[in-house]
């Protein structure tokens, strides 16, 4: 937030995206000098690697809404123009332009963070409803601080977020909040079984208990994602990213952050002089 903010794609500041290919290997500082001898100047460029890590000679050129006035308005014609007059000897294609007007990125905006809440907010209602309002706020807690680590490590590594990126993170949202359910279904049925027991001690046998679980069906799925971030190509980078980084914070935050703030109101409760103790299931017959 405070090195150089969240990168947003063109999805949400609104702008022109022009992919481009080329017959060999460009100078991307010679792309950025034909732009600018143009009018189009201070415009990203950055190159497009294939499944294998190779360079694909493609670059793309993001012009957002931000950019100098004479970037406002340009076009396909206007950036084809520039490449003739500068790239006489390197065959090109234009090989596909994105336009997103400022209003429609504003609004993508919106309703991705919107889209973000809903979802917070209807699995906070069904844990309330399954188990108790404490399981709910702190299962969206563990996630909320999930979706906030995410976020941030696309900040440092200065990756754009775009609806795809979106896609991923509600669904890594779907898939913390069921780790966390697991873990907070075997304390319930812990605390039916041993109500003598400290808190602190069922909520760490519960966590050993449901560990090879989640360390086999996160694993499983980690090498998945990876898989995906390797060889998938630039067009899944973002998703496959979010993925392979959430993951691995929502299997730790499920551990390490949801079950804890079980204690953690159960001291404050005791703390206040109110009964502390935690809705159980009721044992099997």
Same mark, same amino acid.
């Given at each position: 937030?405070?090195?150089?903010?969240?990168?947003?794609?063109i999805?949400?500041?609104?702008?022109?995206?022009?992919?481009?290919?080329?017959?060999?290997?460009?100078?991307?500082?010679?792309?950025?000098?034909?732009?600018?001898?143009?009018?189009?100047?201070?415009?990203?460029?950055?190159?497009?690697?294939d499944?294998?890590?190779?360079?694909?000679?493609?670059?793309?050129?993001?012009?957002?809404?931000?950019?100098?006035e004479?970037?406002?308005?340009?076009?396909?014609?206007? @950036?084809?123009?520039?490449?003739?007059?500068?790239?006489?000897?390197?065959?090109?294609?234009?090989?596909?332009?994105?336009?997103?007007?400022?209003?429609?990125?504003?609004?993508?905006?919106?309703?991705?963070?919107?889209?973000?809440?809903?979802?917070?907010?209807?699995?906070?209602?069904?844990?309330?409803?399954?188990?108790?309002?404490?399981?709910? &706020?702190?299962a969206?807690?563990?996630?909320?601080?999930?979706?906030? @680590?995410?976020?941030?490590?696309?900040?440092?590594?200065?990756?754009?977020?775009?609806?795809?990126?979106?896609?991923?993170?509600?669904?890594? @949202?779907?898939?913390?909040?069921?780790?966390t @359910?697991?873990?907070?279904?075997?304390?319930?049925?812990?605390?039916?079984?041993?109500?003598?027991?400290?808190?602190?001690?069922?909520?760490?046998?519960?966590?050993?208990?449901t560990?090879?679980?989640?360390?086999?069906?996160?694993?499983?799925?980690?090498?998945?994602?990876?898989?995906?971030?390797?060889?998938?190509?630039?067009?899944?980078?973002?998703?496959?990213?979010?993925?392979? &980084?959430?993951?691995?914070?929502?299997?730790?935050?499920s551990?390490?952050?949801?079950a804890?703030?079980?204690v953690?109101?159960?001291?404050?409760?005791?703390?206040?002089?109110?009964?502390?103790?935690?809705?159980?299931?009721?044992?099997?017959?």
């Amino acid at each position: 937030l405070f090195w150089h903010g969240i990168p947003r794609g063109i999805d949400f500041k609104g702008g022109t995206e022009v992919q481009v290919q080329f017959a060999t290997k460009p100078n991307e500082d010679h792309i950025r000098q034909a732009l600018s001898s143009a009018g189009i100047k201070d415009v990203p460029v950055h190159a497009i690697s294939d499944a294998t890590g190779q360079s694909a000679n493609m670059e793309v050129i993001s012009l957002p809404q931000t950019a100098s006035e004479a970037a406002h308005d340009v076009g396909r014609q206007q @950036i084809e123009d520039a490449l003739n007059a500068n790239f006489h000897d390197s065959a090109f294609t234009i090989q596909r332009v994105d336009i997103v007007g400022p209003t429609a990125g504003k609004q993508l905006q919106k309703q991705a963070w919107l889209a973000t809440g809903y979802s917070l907010l209807g699995m906070l209602v069904y844990l309330w409803f399954r188990f108790e309002l404490i399981y709910g &706020v702190a299962a969206v807690v563990a996630v909320f601080h999930d979706t906030l @680590i995410t976020v941030g490590a696309f900040s440092l590594t200065n990756q754009e977020i775009t609806l795809t990126v979106i896609a991923a993170i509600l669904t890594l @949202i779907g898939y913390s909040m069921n780790d966390t @359910i697991v873990v907070f279904d075997r304390i319930r049925e812990n605390l039916a079984l041993s109500r003598r027991e400290a808190l602190t001690d069922v909520v760490n046998r519960s966590i050993n208990q449901t560990l090879s679980r989640t360390v086999i069906s996160s694993g499983l799925t980690f090498l998945t994602v990876l898989s995906l971030l390797l060889f998938g190509g630039p067009v899944l980078r973002g998703f496959s990213f979010a993925l392979t &980084v959430g993951i691995v914070i929502g299997t730790y935050s499920s551990i390490a952050v949801a079950a804890p703030m079980l204690v953690a109101y159960q001291d404050w409760r005791k703390s206040r002089g109110k009964v502390s103790n935690l809705p159980a299931k009721r044992a099997r017959v």
